[in-house]
């Protein structure tokens, strides 16, 4: 059954012993994450981001790994979506907010500057309504500053409850913290709802990055956001820059900002604040 929704609904599929070896490995693994929080076995892994102008640090997009005592480093495209299934995303995000200011705000009273720390919240964390909770809890129990902290939401989870889904952002962004739209482009945006976000950036998908600069529908796709998110007074970032020629192309258009593999890739807490804070 689950295969079959899996592939469009509307469907049928034969049963054959490989569907029983899948769900049971399903089974062990979302059963080995739920003790992975406890057993301390996930990591924060954070990705700088910078001023496409100036090339100077601004901050880093916090990242979850999870280090399995058996099969090693497990990237989130295995555990992710399961955790989203099951719910358990709303925990491991929780972790993730908790864990990652801890670090913002260390490094802040030791007089470092580590920019802005941008986390991601699931479609899962924005329904369920405890976004607003979570994010005051953390900055109560860490002592960050709000300013310091954005947070960044799917496009499609916001226009899935597009009603409820703007007063939960104005219910964040009263507190202080910047908001982001993830993967801007790839759903199916009404304007009309964008314009009454209280949004701070936007953030180009990196599968329209990746095209850049010779597929002629990535450049059009591309430079059609920058243009609409800075008529909003918005910041544009893109992500996934991984060449030379995709960051001149960002930078003649007008991108304010870039992460990817081109100036840094995901790296461990203590790697990101010798590389970048303590240099």
């Known amino acids: 059954m689950y295969r079959a929704k899996q592939r469009g609904r509307n469907t049928y ?3 054959i012993p490989e569907l029983t070896e899948s769900s049971l490995e399903r089974f062990q693994l979302e059963t080995e994450l739920r003790r992975a929080i406890e057993r301390n076995e996930l990591r924060i892994y954070l990705q700088p981001q910078f001023a496409l102008n100036s090339g100077l640090l601004i901050g880093a997009e916090a990242l979850v790994r999870w280090l399995h005592p058996e099969k090693g480093l497990v990237y989130p495209g295995r555990f992710i ?8 995303i709303v925990a491991i995000g929780e972790w993730v907010q908790l864990t990652a ?7 802040t009273e030791h007089g470092l500057n580590p920019g802005k720390l941008s986390i991601n919240v699931s479609g899962v964390e924005f329904r369920r309504g405890r976004i607003q909770e979570i994010v005051r809890k953390t900055l109560d129990t860490t002592r960050l500053a709000p300013a310091q902290l954005e947070l960044e939401i799917t496009e499609s989870a ?3 409850q597009a009603e409820s889904g703007i007063k939960v952002l104005n219910d964040l962004r009263d507190m202080g913290i910047s908001l982001a739209i993830d993967d801007f482009g790839t759903g199916y945006s009404s304007l009309a709802y964008l314009k009454r976000l209280p949004l701070n ?3 180009v998908d990196q599968s329209f990055v990746r095209g850049l600069p010779g597929n002629v529908e990535d450049c059009a796709i591309t430079r059609a956001v920058i243009a609409l998110g800075h008529s909003l007074q918005l910041t544009i970032i893109a992500e996934g820059v991984e060449t030379a020629e995709q960051s ?4 003649r258009e007008g991108c304010d900002e870039i992460q990817g593999y081109l100036r840094g890739k995901p790296m461990f807490a203590d790697e ?3 590389t970048f804070l303590y240099s």
């Open 13 to 15: 599929e034969f049963f």
């Open 81 to 88: 979506p399961l955790a989203e299934e099951s719910g358990l």
């Open 101 to 107: 200011c801890q670090y913002w705000a260390q490094w």
């Open 158 to 160: 916001v226009m899935n």
């Open 201 to 203: 950036k936007l953030k």
């Open 248 to 251: 001149a192309f960002l930078l």
């Open 272 to 274: 990101f604040a010798r």
